[in-house]
């Protein structure tokens, strides 16, 4: 329920400086997938589910946050982002 | 510019700003970080940091905020407030003042909807407190083999702790529930970043809701609840997973209709059939699987560490704790050599039957060598823990013989 909005309380975000020492290794894809995920997450996410997923895992993945989580990703995107998780944080 | 707009660039410029740096690396040595099993990226990317009001926790993630408990904090029968894991689905955690907090107990199967502020909630009912321990449905998920995505906890995403509130059965009372009614849903003031994203809504059986222990606690080991385990008030559901003790509630309904949002028709889900346990959910089951309820029968050992090592003749205390679901833990068996001979361990005092159990166990003097110690508790329906992992997708219920290696020399 977005309390925040109904009542106008204040959010408390002190952990969005905190993320930002998150470092995602560099490689083709990087920034599409700083710009996607880090919409409804932290990066850290990402190392955290490293590496133990392939190609299709990190598929799968990328598509649950497009088709439950409601994440607006461009469907073009979607390869290149899935490669760079795999060729990145892959098995 | 909408919220979640703002807050991605908030979060952008930050990370353009430090450039990704890594003041916290040497701390990577630090042996709460250093769990053995858990994925090398877990490993790498953990932290010990400091939300605001706690102590140093292992970061898992930092948005949503997910923080484990080392486990040095659990050779206190109690986890300090400062100290207890924090746990979120979603990332728009607003602060709630004791004066806006509001409760709306609605619901197609109740007669008179109405409303609680934090004084009428604290006052219209009788007070109780209950000792329970509130543990992740995922703790230990990391140590799945093979791993399974989801975030990689340790052993830590648990808390033990004395909780003072109200029943929920007598604030139901009040609003006339009509027989109609199947669950209760839970809604708290937590919401997701975007609007397409499910809210995290959840819902237990009826039967549960009605049950003595089951609470609306406005105060943990008697100090308000801090803001990331649910200011000013949360659901306590004694004996099962954390994932229904909804942190900072605002609305509770009873309805006649199975509620079928995504966190209970899809998530925290279990395979039917594989898990030794007790209470069932029978209106949220399927044809293959069914929500997590009770917790499953297991044990922590708190002390010695992983490699430790020790001097010979010199007798080692082995230290920890057992939980189950409620029914009672019934005794701890020790094996210091690799599960092949078993001892009884001293239980500790008991707390209570949603409480986890202290146990200790004295090796005598070991001979010079490595030994593994492992510890097994068994509970009064006779459940005990197992040897092997039971898979499932989501890494639920992992009560695996922990097995600590030490060296004696």
């Not at chain 2, 309904?253 to 346990?277: E, H, L, N």
């Not at chain 2, 146990?359 to 070991?366: K, L, T």
């Amino acid at each position: 329920m977005k309390l925040v909005v109904m009542l106008g309380l204040i959010v408390a975000a002190p952990v969005l400086a905190d993320e930002a020492q998150v470092a995602l290794k560099e490689g083709e894809g990087k920034p599409l997938v700083e710009a996607n995920c880090s919409m409804c997450h932290s990066l850290d996410y990402i190392q955290m589910n490293s590496t133990f997923l392939d190609r299709q895992g990190w598929e799968a993945s990328v598509n649950k946050m497009i088709k439950v989580m409601g994440a607006p990703i461009r469907p073009d995107d979607v390869p290149l982002i899935v490669d760079y998780l795999n060729r990145n944080y892959g098995k | 510019m909408s919220f979640a707009r703002r807050r991605f660039l908030v979060a952008s410029a930050a990370g353009l700003a430090l450039g990704g740096v890594r003041p916290f690396q040497a701390l990577g040595a630090d042996p709460a970080l250093r769990t053995p099993g858990l994925p090398d990226g877990a490993l790498d990317s953990a932290r010990l940091d400091a939300l605001p009001g706690k102590v140093p926790l292992i970061k898992r993630s930092w948005r949503p905020p997910n923080f484990e408990t080392p486990v040095s904090y659990f050779e206190q029968a109690f986890t300090p407030n400062d100290a207890f894991f924090v746990r979120y689905h979603l990332a728009s955690i607003p602060e709630v003042s004791a004066q806006q907090w509001r409760l709306q107990i609605a619901g197609d199967a109740l007669d008179k909807p109405y409303e609680l502020n934090l004084e009428q909630l604290r006052t219209s009912f009788e007070q109780v407190e209950l000792n329970a321990l509130c543990q992740c449905s995922g703790n230990r998920r990391g140590l799945s083999d093979p791993h399974v995505p989801g975030v990689q906890w340790g052993y830590g995403a648990m808390g033990n702790a004395r909780w003072k509130g109200v029943r929920l059965k007598d604030v139901l009372a009040r609003a006339g529930m009509k027989k109609e009614a199947v669950e209760v849903v839970f809604d708290g003031a937590d919401g997701a970043v975007l609007d397409k994203t499910p809210d995290f809504v959840k819902s237990i059986p009826v039967w549960k809701a009605l049950d003595d222990n089951t609470l609306l606690a406005f105060e943990m080991n008697g100090a308000p609840l801090p803001h990331w385990n649910g200011y000013p008030v949360r659901v306590i559901i004694p004996g099962w997973t954390a994932t229904y003790w909804m942190k900072q509630v605002v609305s509770i309904q009873a309805v006649s209709q199975a509620y079928k949002g995504f966190w209970m028709a899809t998530g925290y889900r279990i395979p039917k059939g594989k898990f030794p346990v007790v209470d069932r959910f029978t209106t949220q089951e399927t044809e293959a699987n069914t929500p997590i309820t009770e917790m499953v029968v297991n044990s922590l050992i708190t002390t010695p560490r992983n490699e430790q090592t020790f001097a010979l003749l010199q007798p080692i205390e082995v230290k920890g704790l057992a939980w189950d679901g409620g029914y009672g833990i019934v005794s701890v068996d020790v094996s210091a050599d690799a599960g092949r001979t078993w001892r009884t361990a001293e239980l500790g005092t008991d707390l209570g039957r949603f409480s986890w159990r202290q146990w200790r166990f004295v090796i005598p003097a070991p001979r010079p060598g490595i030994h593994t110690i492992m510890a097994r508790a068994t509970n009064r329906a006779g459940c005990t823990q197992t040897q092997d992992l039971i898979f499932n997708p989501a890494g639920y219920h992992n009560n695996v013989m922990q097995r600590i290696n030490i060296q004696v020399a």
